[in-house]
């Protein structure tokens, strides 16, 4: 059966919001053009203009169907784990997997639009108001969980909300710039503690062994946890 005039509108729609989405992240939105997006969505320049009216408006359209945070997104999946520890950890490998198309392309996706909007009011305006509705939702999830799992949080519901958001979004950058600095132990272990969970749902760490550290060794950081590693 042959698609209406409006199936195909809306098809072309999300062909260019995807093509743009993974180019902008890709390449950074300045450097992007219209007749490359146009190329990536198999549509032509006309397509964006008619249904966007141009860079600009594409921009808008694509931040205004960006409806929730990374976190709001995936507070819904914690639901798949059987311990407070394992909804975490679900959280994590989600936000950390740059290897994955999707992930990897919506958390580049995220730093251009932040660049952008240092340098756009209008664009700095819908992100604000996105990242408040955000984290507002964000906030009540987070609350319910916590009394859940009877944890205690650091900070109040909304706070909480904004430093889960940016623990997050920092630990992912900083694997994709030096994968071996953010193992999933240390950033589950992170957001556990900003989440207060109780120490009886994290895992017990073995006693530290002994043994002579020579000057030209440096010890390991299960046998040294308090010491921050050099950078």
Known sequence: MSKTQEERKAETRARLLAAAAELFAEQGIDAVSVDAVAEAAGRTSGAVYAHFGGKQGLLMALLDSWKDSVLTVLLAEVAVSDSPRGQLGAVWDNVADTAGESSGSWSLLEHELWLRATRDPEVADVIRVRNAEARRYSARQLAGWAASVDARPTAAPEELAVLVKALLTGLAMQRRLDPGS??????????????????????????????????????????????????
């Open 182 to 231: 953010v193992s999933d132990d240390l950033a589950v272990q992170g957001l556990s503690t900003l989440l207060g969970l109780p120490e009886d749902t994290l895992p017990r760490r073995p006693p530290a062994r002994s043994r002579s550290v020579s000057p030209t060794t440096s010890p390991s950081p299960t046998e040294h946890p308090d010491e921050e590693p050099h950078r």
